[in-house]
């Protein structure tokens, strides 16, 4: 007894403490440093959190690259698959996009009257930043169900964050790195949100399988009845974190232990972008919206003003060009009036001068006749003594002399 | 002169195989899972490691064996050293039982694997669940552990091929 218990000792040490040939470190003494390290993570020291993140940056990245052929094969597998199953699934989609057509209609109606609503009550409501991912390292192993997204800190990625798959719920950030983050999927045993189910609204939690459905807890079985068999699955928003109302899939199936199972509607192994956002309340929100709306409208009008200034100025510009123009045509037309005038008045003057050299030379002639006249006919017109004629340079003398005597004045 | 250093290289990879097959698996995390299988996992770094760990043979340092451990912690975002710690104690199992082994046996070693499979899977979930309240199903890890017991038949013999082919060992 005593000498087989030496010999299990003896084989423990050697297994712990003798170094084989190529071997640099104990066992002992590493295994010594990982109870340390896994104690310091327990009480999360600052220190392993920094190596962590360290670690985890540089793994991401070579992990990345060392799972390519491992995603090519998944690729090339899922593709396959998916071949295999693309004319029944285009005959599925035929006649689901027929229906959903008609549902639209009433859906767009239905969401504008729920915004309104939500708003009245402060729902979470708005969404504050949206940061679209790409997923770097898509492993699930089945005690973990997470996914490498390729933004971080440095993106404004904060932990808590909501991510999204188009407008299904996929998960939150756990993890958040400088330029990775760690999105832990709802499908994951540690993931539980507040859920409601409709029809019928029922209150419940959520909680991840480890695989690719998840399952609902907390629920009574008083609230399982026809409707909740292919019920719809969305966040409650109890919690604050998200938003009310995200659709998240929907029930498959109730077992005999009266577990619901819920099947997600995003595909978990085929993320590819994710949406990473977070819900802001409404209140807060309306005023940064109202604020941020003032400030757009004022800018908006700012140049409204600008452009209006700038046509106006066009517009004077236009104008005094214009009036500089009619001014221009008036002056010329002035010009060319008054050169009118003045050639008329030139015209004018020239005749009258001409009537008054004609009225010279008659004058002329008139005198020279006049005198001629005189000399022959002053003796019949001139006054004397003793007749009672003209006095010489009278007008009627002038007449009586051009009328070549008294007589033919008198006729 | 090229031929020889390209021959050199190629052989060192050969002789490092087990080394880059080890980052390989614990960096992409190989497995099955986007097969959908419901009730199939197994954990090809446990074979690997138990294996390597009984033949003097294989180069695969214990240092080499933590970090890959870290690694994996890191991918699979288990509390840091965890998966070190299930390494390393396999590395002590394999050891002990490479020590008091005189004629080994694959048989033998199956069954020893499978104890020790089952007692380091036990002890990360326990620190799991009672330190790090994350919880794991019990059921996945039985799985889990079925499967890399049955596997190990089957790696265990391709890496006694590559013992016998390319390090060209006759003693395996």
């Not at chain 1, 052929?69 to 090339?76: N, Q, R």
């Amino acid at each position: 007894m005593d000498g087989s218990r030496d010999d299990f000792i003896i084989a423990i040490r050697s297994a712990f403490l003798k170094r084989e040939t190529q071997q640099t470190f104990s066992l002992l003494g590493l295994i010594i440093f990982s109870l340390i390290l896994l104690i310091l993570g327990s009480l999360n020291f600052k220190i392993i959190n920094y190596i962590k993140i360290i670690v985890n940056e540089g793994v991401y990245r070579s992990s990345l690259v060392i799972s390519i052929p491992e995603k090519f094969i998944k690729k090339t597998y899922i593709n396959t698959n998916e071949h295999f199953k693309f004319y029944d699934e285009y005959k599925k989609n035929k006649v689901e996009l027929k229906n959903l057509r008609s549902k639209n209609l009433l859906n767009e109606f239905a969401i504008l009257e729920n915004n309104r609503l939500k708003s009245i009550i402060d729902d979470y409501l708005v969404i504050s930043n949206e940061i679209v991912a790409k997923i770097l390292i898509d492993k699930q192993s089945p005690f973990s169900r997470s996914v490498i997204a390729n933004k971080g800190s440095k993106n404004n990625i904060k932990k808590g964050m909501v991510v999204l798959d188009g407008e299904y719920l996929v998960g939150k950030v756990i993890e958040v790195n400088y330029i990775t983050s760690r999105i832990l999927l709802l499908s994951d045993f540690n993931s539980k949100i507040p859920v409601t189910i409709e029809p019928g609204g029922t209150q419940s939690i959520l909680s991840g399988t480890g695989k690719d459905d998840a399952i609902i807890e907390y629920i009574k079985d008083d609230y399982i009845d026809n409707d909740t068999y292919n019920a719809t699955v969305y966040t409650s928003g109890f919690g604050g974190l998200f938003k009310a109302g995200i659709p998240i899939g929907k029930i498959k199936n109730i077992d005999l232990n009266k577990e619901i199972k819920v099947s997600f509607f995003s595909d978990f192994t085929q993320l590819s972008f994710v949406k990473i956002l977070s819900y802001e309340e409404a209140k807060t929100k309306a005023k940064e919206k109202i604020k941020l709306e003032a400030q757009k409208e004022s800018k908006i009008i700012a140049e409204k003003l600008k452009k209006i200034q700038a046509e106006v100025e066009l517009k004077a510009q236009k104008i005094k060009k214009l009036k500089a123009e009619e001014e221009n045509k008036l002056k010329a037309e002035e010009e060319i009036k008054l050169k009118a005038e003045e050639e008329i008045k030139l015209k004018a003057e020239g005749v009258s001068r001409l009537k008054a050299e004609e009225n010279l030379a008659l004058n002329i002639e008139k005198q020279k006749n006049y005198k001629d006249l005189e000399l022959k006919y002053s003796s019949q017109c001139k006054k004397r003594f003793f007749n009672m004629l003209y006095k010489i340079g009278t007008p009627e003398y002038k007449n009586c002399i051009l009328n070549k005597g008294i007589k033919t004045f008198n006729e | 002169m090229n031929e020889i250093s390209k021959q050199s290289l190629v052989k060192k990879i050969l002789l490092n195989a087990p080394i880059i097959v080890l980052f390989i698996s614990v960096l992409s995390n190989f497995d099955f899972n986007y097969l959908d299988l419901d009730y199939f996992s197994f954990n090809f770094i446990h074979i690997l490691i138990f294996y390597c760990g009984l033949k003097k043979n294989i180069n695969l340092g214990y240092g080499l064996i933590f970090l890959a451990g870290l690694i994996n912690d890191t991918v699979i975002n288990l509390p840091i050293g965890l998966s070190s710690l299930s390494y390393l104690l396999i590395c002590v199992s394999a050891a002990y039982l490479r020590t008091i082994t005189l004629r080994p046996s694959l048989s033998k070693d199956i069954i020893y694997f499978l104890v020790t499979i089952l007692v380091v899977n036990s002890i990360s979930y326990t620190l799991l669940n009672l330190i790090f309240s994350i919880t794991t199903e019990y059921k996945d890890l039985l799985i889990n552990v079925f499967f890399t017991f049955l596997l190990y038949f089957v790696f265990a013999n391709l890496f006694k091929l590559y013992e016998i082919k390319i390090l060209r060992r006759s003693d395996v």
